[in-house]
């Protein structure tokens, strides 16, 4: 349930920390749904990750215990923060700083702002809560004593031959009228469904006819994950259900109408990237990352298990302390228990 569901939806300050921070934002929610020696956190930033989870979840739906899994995220990374260094805090915000921008790329600014709104957040907001992850991100690794080396993951790159090459991929646009609803208690009516079947068949003939697609699909197109690029997506041959297809295609080509359950949709291939062989030095890196997620997913529970108690952590909210005890009760340890954000 980490921020980058936002955008990706994903300054030096403290998340939803209110009356222990004197940083916090002055349009903060001041009711306090958890705190612990030191911090607080507010139910506005509960519900600004609670908003962005569901923005990236095309059925608009979140887990039952979606709530409990974020409130314990916060209150972790603000266990981890604490005792971050001036060092791993430059890292925090340099890389949040990388990630805002990698952002702002991704969306003209008409966009953004509506992601923003979205998810509840400023766009100082968004920063923060950068800023809060990759600091936390950074000080972990360091706090639960983990040390991967490059001949760590050289031998792990050596011990799978081909296994990091990049198969080749599929660049495409895609235009989609959907017949389905985020509330399956309200699907479209039969009209509606014929209506949406003559207009995809109006903007096929006027691709077809020389009509810009790139231009209709950043109009029409309605699925939620690729309307954000202007319909554009990149897949392996086995990641879609048409994939088959548009590896038959030239690029340039247009296909006929697609129908499937979720409706209706045309695609242009712009080209097929070809297969690449990957050197160790080029993966490195993520190979190190990814070994560092391993080391973390197996540490972190008990160590942040140690902090919340030292740091005597309440859940003040009545709903989610009762969760919470029911938790407990159930496995015998914090919900949630994980790093306060991906390796």
């Known amino acids: 349930m980490a921020l980058a569901l936002m955008i990706v939806p994903r300054a030096e300050a403290d998340s939803g920390a209110t009356a222990a921070n004197p940083k916090a934002d002055s349009t903060s929610d001041p009711t306090v749904v958890a705190r612990g020696k030191g911090f607080e956190i507010t139910r506005r930033a509960m519900d600004q990750v609670l908003a962005a989870a569901q923005a990236e979840n095309s059925q608009g739906r979140l887990p039952a215990d979606a709530e409990l899994h974020v409130i314990n995220q916060l209150i972790e990374i603000q266990l981890v923060l604490q005792k971050a260094t001036d060092a791993e805090k430059a890292v925090g915000k340099q890389r949040a700083d990388e990630r805002f921008a990698d952002i702002t790329k991704t969306y003209n600014s008409q ?43 050289k031998k792990i790159f050596d011990a799978n031959p081909g296994a990091y090459d990049q198969p080749a991929k599929a660049r495409a646009r895609e235009l989609v009228l959907l017949t389905t609803t985020a509330d399956s208690s309200a699907p479209l009516s039969a009209a509606v469904i014929q209506a949406k079947r003559r207009l995809i068949d109006e903007f096929e003939k006027r691709a077809r006819a020389g009509e810009d697609f790139a231009a209709l699909a950043q109009q029409y197109n309605e699925d939620p994950e690729s309307k954000a690029t202007g319909g554009e997506f990149t897949f392996k041959r086995d990641q879609m259900e048409f994939g088959d297809l548009a590896y038959s295609m030239k690029p340039g080509q247009i296909s006929d109408v697609l129908v499937n359950e979720d409706g209706f949709r045309i695609l242009q291939l712009l080209e097929i990237i070809p297969a690449q062989k990957i050197e160790f030095a080029a993966i490195a890196d993520k190979i190190k990352n990814a070994l560092i997620g391993d080391e973390k997913r197996k540490l972190a529970p008990a160590y942040l298990n140690q902090l919340r108690q030292e740091a005597g952590v309440e859940i003040l ?22 790093p306060p954000a991906k390796p």
Do not use: C, W
């Not at 005890?325 to 949630?336: K, Q, R, V």
């Open 111 to 153: 966009q953004f702002e509506q992601r923003l709104q979205t998810t509840q957040m400023t766009a100082d907001d968004l920063r923060r809560k950068l800023y809060e992850e990759e600091t936390a991100q950074a000080s972990l690794t360091r706090q639960l004593g983990i040390n991967v080396t490059d001949a760590d993951a």
């Open 317 to 338: 909210d009545p709903k989610l302390k009762a969760a919470q005890a029911a938790y407990d009760a159930g496995t015998h340890g914090p919900a949630a228990n994980q």
